[in-house]
């Protein structure tokens, strides 16, 4: 298909929206890899949108009319053998010529009625809702009230109250039935369906907004999925709070369908109601919500509130609603972990997948991969198990007694292998043993066993929730906790102690009081580790960490983010990871894409420009401050005073010029509290806050929107004091709480200094790990440089460039970057910045001339938007 020459769009959009639109058609068409960074400001989104729908509706009219075109051709060659050129004595060839092309017709035909059937779908007309559909919803409510009304209140099912629900109940190692409802499938058309994903569930639901907003909105079937959690409307289970427990309370209610029968004893309505004792109310009308879903663009608070109208679960709904959608919107573990992806039911076949906000992919691939949990989880759980054997194992069956004690067998060698592990670390240090995965498994003495199996068995029998419900029962029917003795403790006393004081301090050692337990549902945590053991194709590490305060940690540290990445690349028709600042590139194309298996050809890069003229940025590095100290933040000399005092000359001179509000971002935490402690003993800080209000980013999350409130009303409240501080300054950490979804634009951040370079520790063993498996298996750059070296510069310039597109955030703002540090002017360091930021930076190796800068660019910007 040839790329449009212009897009449906709610308003005329600018040359770089066009220009998107067109390079993602082309994509989308040619079946690429785009790597798209489009800064913030330039409409990204619905550019997204208004690109990719329109492409796929053209894709959907050429798939129509290619099969309509097949079915006439089809059709009009009936004339057999003779028509194919056959001899026309050959009769039996005549009559399997005849077969093929009438079987030929029939799947042509088939397929054209199925594309028929999605098209008219497509063209459903949202309009307002029929009185009549009211009278139906009212009706509906009435039969629900009568069916459920005393149900609906009552709590979710707990194992905890009947012992027969405690019991372990698995039957066969082949069973693969899947915990969701299964659907006969219906011959459907599968056609092409874009899959967009986005880091926040804030970010989702922008774009849903922004999908209700585009053209598309009245012709696009879209869903909107999300957790159990999110979607639930029954508020006996969402109560629960937790993923875990909500999901686990869900499907044991959909597991009691009928059994508990003696609850509703009068006449006709008995039977109804026994349906419903057990099963959540909400799952009935599912298909019809279904229905609904897709007829109307829906976020996720939409789709809450119109199941709650109706009734009806939007959790199942939604997801009854995925096979029929042309755009499904999801949260990034939907797609990026393959189990959740495979219960979500999206379809990787030649869809086109969509990753938003994707310049942290590589990190949030990892991310969801990785397992972290401590020791007191695995003896919690070990607990629990040992206390669950103990307590019924006369009426497991042996099998599945056998797979209770392998699992036993798991927890006690991962805490025998801890315990060896950390006895040679000195107590209260922080050391971390790296230890290869077979390493681990043998150490544990878990080598021979079949984790699979295991992990079947604990889902099929929802070990983790019986196990939850014997523990609360022991709680409850049990003596004080602290006085047990229970089989595990001395397991642990012994492993822990000399043989020679084992006796005394058994007797002394309580147990953890309950209020100290990591949570009621430990078995979680660790089947969570065992999943990720039981792929022995993973490159992988386990660390064992010990810190100064708390139990060790166990974690399990995926080293490869490529193939998590591997079905998305070898199965989508085209992927599209688009970005505010994208760079550096390279890191996308050779560590993610191709190292997944994408041809280098098929992988292709589009940058935008800023929508903001180029006159309203000045960016510049600084070498040197106003004293002419040499500015350069590496470790040998950051922490020197004179290098703080110079960087506090700097941010004096800043506050005089720059108006209304300044963003400084430091390297980390620890280097916030030195440099500002340094800068109020020496006076600084007194000079700069003569001339702004100084806010500090806290550590606790829970003050950040306090401090970001008072810091905006000071910002915008420059020019309108007679006296004292006019604008602030925000002291914050790259990294941290306003380096990223922050938005300074206008007056909040008319200038954004980023002081250093922010290098991660190099010598943690988490990115040593990492850097060397990049090293054996990622060739160098064309600059000689290793893979191991290209992620330690990327996640620092990645860090970077989010702390500088926190200004500029439209058309008609104007700001100042500042970079301090004289490794700016380094060309490798210069390519890691986003290309509108390189394209018109200064260098400056002296100070004078970037203040003088700094001064007429602040100038102009007040003739060009006088303030009003
Ligand atoms: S079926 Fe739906 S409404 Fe009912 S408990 Fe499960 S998620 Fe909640």
């Known amino acids: 298909m040839e790329v449009p020459e212009t897009f449906e769009f709610p308003f005329p959009p600018y040359k770089a929206q066009e220009n998107f639109m067109k390079n993602l058609y082309k994509a989308l068409e040619e079946k690429k890899f785009g790597i798209f960074e489009s800064p913030t400001g330039t409409g990204k989104s619905l550019a997204l949108i208004c690109g990719a729908v329109r492409w796929l509706r053209d894709h959907e009219a050429r798939e129509l009319a290619d099969a309509e075109a097949a079915v006439a051709q089809l059709r009009s060659s009936g004339g057999g053998a003779a028509a194919a050129g056959a001899s026309p004595d050959d009769w039996l060839a005549e009559q399997a010529v005849d077969r093929e092309r009438r079987q030929q017709l029939l799947r042509a035909e088939r397929q054209l009625e199925a594309l028929q059937r999605a098209r008219a779908r497509a063209t459903v007309k949202r309009g307002p809702r029929r009185p009549e559909k009211s009278a139906e919803l009212a009706r509906q409510e009435d039969e629900f009230r009568q069916l459920f009304g005393d149900v ?197 076949t030649d869809s086109v997948i969509i990753v938003d906000e994707a310049h942290n992919l590589l990190e949030t691939i990892g991310s969801i991969h990785t397992c972290h949990l401590s020791y007191r989880q695995v003896s919690e759980a070990l607990e629990q198990l040992n206390h669950y054997i103990e307590t019924y194992k006369k009426r497991f069956s042996p099998k599945n007694l056998l797979y209770l004690r392998q699992l036993l067998h798991v927890h006690k060698g991962i805490i025998k292998l801890v315990d060896s592990t950390t006895k040679t670390m000195p107590p209260g240090s922080e050391q971390t043993k790296v230890l290869l995965l077979n390493d681990f498994l043998c150490g544990a003495t878990i080598d021979n066993l079949n984790m699979r199996k295991l992990l079947l068995f604990a889902d099929k029998s929802r070990l983790v929730q019986k196990l939850r419900g014997c523990w609360k029962k022991r709680q409850v029917t049990a003596a004080p906790v602290a006085t047990g003795r229970s089989a595990v403790s001395q397991f642990l006393r012994e492993i822990q102690q000399p043989a020679s004081d084992q006796t005394q301090a058994a007797a002394e050692q309580p147990e953890a009081p309950a209020e100290t337990r990591t949570s009621d549902m430990p078995l979680m945590a660790t089947l969570q580790l065992i999943s990720a053991l039981s792929d022995p194709d993973r490159d992988c590490r386990l660390l064992i960490s010990t810190t100064r305060a708390e139990p060790p940690t166990i974690k399990y540290l995926p080293l490869n983010a490529a193939a998590q990445f591997t079905d998305i690349v070898k199965e989508a028709r085209a992927v599209v990871l688009a970005g505010g600042t994208m760079q550096p590139v390279s890191e996308f194309r050779d560590q993610l894409l191709v190292a997944a298996g994408a041809a280098p050809s098929r992988v292709t890069v589009f940058s935008c420009g800023h929508v903001v003229p180029a006159d309203q940025l000045l960016t510049l590095s600084l070498a040197a401050g106003p ?37 400084c971002f430091l390297p980390s935490y620890d280097y916030a509290a030195a440099t500002i402690a340094h800068l109020t003993s020496t006076g600084a800080m007194d000079r700069i806050a003569a001339k702004k209000q100084v806010f500090r980013e806290p550590r606790q999350a829970n003050r950040a929107d306090a401090v970001l409130s008072q810091y905006s009303a000071a910002a915008r409240e420059t020019g309108r004091r007679s006296t004292g501080p006019s604008g602030a300054i925000l002291f914050c950490v790259v990294g941290g709480k306003m380096s990223e979804g922050i938005n300074f634009s206008d007056d909040l951040g008319r200038c954004v200094v980023v002081v250093g370079l922010p290098y991660p520790n190099a010598r943690s063993p988490e990115l040593v790990e990492k850097m060397n498996f990049l090293d054996a298996n990622v060739k160098r750059s064309e600059d000689g440089r290793t893979a191991g070296q290209i992620l330690y510069e990327n996640l620092c310039m990645k860090a970077v460039n989010q702390s500088i597109g926190r200004a500029i955030r439209h058309k008609n703002d104007y700001a100042c970057v500042v970079l301090c540090d004289a490794r700016y002017s380094r060309a490798s360091t210069v390519a890691g910045l986003p290309e509108w930021i390189r394209r018109q930076m200064g260098h400056h190796a002296k100070f004078g001339p970037a203040f003088g800068q700094i001064r007429q660019f602040f100038k102009k910007m007040q003739e060009k938007f006088p303030p009003s």
Do not use: W
């Open 152 to 348: 609906v209140e009552n709590d979710p099912p707990d194992s905890s109250g009947q012992e027969e629900d405690l019991i372990a109940e698995f039957h066969s190692d082949e069973d693969s039935s899947s915990d969701e409802d299964p659907e006969e499938e219906e011959e459907e058309y599968h056609g092409t369906q874009i899959i967009y994903t986005s880091r926040t569930h804030s970010q989702l639901t922008q774009f849903v907004g922004e999908v209700r907003r585009s053209p598309h909105a009245d012709h696009v079937r879209l869903v909107a999925l999300a957790s159990r959690p999110q979607l639930c409307i029954n508020d006996a289970v969402r109560r629960l709070g937790s993923v875990g427990l909500v999901n686990q309370a869900c499907l044991d209610m959909q597991n009691k369908t009928g059994s508990k029968a003696t609850k509703m004893a009068d006449g006709g309505r008995a039977e109804k109601k026994q349906k419903s004792t057990g099963a959540c109310p909400y799952k009935r009308r599912v298909d019809d919500m279904a229905a609904e879903v897709l007829s109307e663009v829906r976020d996720i608070e939409q789709l809450v509130a119109e199941g709650r109208r109706r009734k009806a679960c939007p959790y199942y709904a939604s997801r009854r609603a995925v096979k029929h959608a042309q755009l499904v919107v999801v949260p990034y573990n939907n797609l990026l972990h393959a189990g959740t992806r495979q219960a979500s039911g999206l379809r990787l």
């Open 627 to 663: 004293s002419g100290a040499e500015l350069l933040f590496n470790y040998q000399n950051r922490a020197l005073p004179a290098t703080m005092s110079e960087l506090g000359r700097v941010l004096v001179s800043l506050c005089t010029l720059v108006p209304a509000g300044v963003i």
